[in-house]
């Protein structure tokens, strides 16, 4: 099946220049997001139970999972683990673009949808 991001309502961020499209599946979701500025656009250090892959198609990201940071570029690609402490920040002059595929789907950004985030903020994993 192929998939027209056009076709998929557009959620801009409040208070930055920020835009998300989201696809989701069975077993899993996919996220796009649109950095539009340039400058830092932080994402707070935080961990889900849901892996992660994260693919750069435009512009940098500066990512750090469980302390070691990495810069990514386009066509670069991160894995996230279940339970691990990440954080990004969109890096550059012109903004950047990336894909993120999360397995289980993140229910929690469905537009409208009841599920609590899965995101958890300020405290560690369980062992």
């Not at 400058?39 to 889900?48: A, E, F, V």
């Amino acid at each position: 099946m192929k998939i027209n991001w056009s076709d998929h309502e557009e959620l801009k961020a409040e208070g930055i220049a920020l835009s998300r499209r989201f696809v989701f599946g069975q077993e899993m979701s996919c996220l796009k997001v649109v950095a539009d500025q340039s400058g830092d656009l932080n994402l707070p250090p935080h961990w889900h139970e849901n892996e992660q892959w994260v693919v750069v198609t435009e512009g940098s990201i500066r990512f750090v999972c469980e302390g070691t940071e990495y810069e990514l570029n386009a066509g670069d690609v991160a894995y996230i683990p279940s339970r691990q402490r990440h954080t990004a920040t969109f890096v550059g002059e012109e903004g950047a673009v990336l894909l993120e595929f999360s397995a289980p789907p993140r229910l929690d950004l469905v537009p409208g949808s009841v599920v609590p985030s899965s995101m958890i903020f300020d405290q560690n994993p369980p062992e």
